[in-house]
């Protein structure tokens, strides 16, 4: 692809168009779960449902920077989701009283398939492709 190429080309079709729609089902998934925990069970575990609401502000993030080519973003979002997963996954595992009801990134993601663990990888070695093929 040249440089004078739109970058907001590369979502439109492949893995770029497949990273977004992932994306944007965990946003959905993430807000929806955190809206009902929020709304309806609060008090029993307040940071872990806090958590899953950022969980789902970070995939929004995710994908309205990757479908508008927002690359610096985007990357900065992956790295705090990658961080957020291997932080709270590992103290989840470790001290499971901090976390007494499940987020989004607790157990690595282990409720949602370890899907949130993968996933900011697989963001970041698409976007340092991305960023390769556009020089």
């Known amino acids: ?12 079709s492949g893995p770029g168009r497949v990273l977004v729609a992932v994306y944007g089902v965990f946003a959905l998934a993430a807000s929806a ?3 009902v925990q929020i709304a309806t069970r609060f008090d029993e575990a ?6 899953s609401a950022f969980a789902a502000a970070v995939y929004l993030l995710l994908t309205v ?11 900065a979002a992956c ?3 990658l961080a957020g997963v291997l932080i709270v996954g590992t103290f989840s595992l470790a001290d499971p009283a901090v976390f007494p009801r499940a987020t989004v990134w607790s157990g ?3 409720g949602y398939g370890f899907v949130p663990l993968v996933l ?6 698409w976007l340092r492709r991305r ?3 556009v020089r």
């Open 120 to 125: 900011p990888v697989v963001g970041l070695l």
């Open 79 to 81: 790295v705090i989701e």
């Open 46 to 51: 307040p940071v872990a449902y806090l958590l």
């Open 1 to 12: 692809m040249s440089a004078g190429v739109s970058t907001d080309h590369a979502v439109r």
């Open 33 to 35: 779960r955190a809206a």
């Open 131 to 133: 960023d390769r093929s």
């Open 108 to 110: 690595y993601g282990s």
């Open 65 to 75: 920077a990757l479908a508008r080519g927002a690359r610096r973003l985007a990357v």
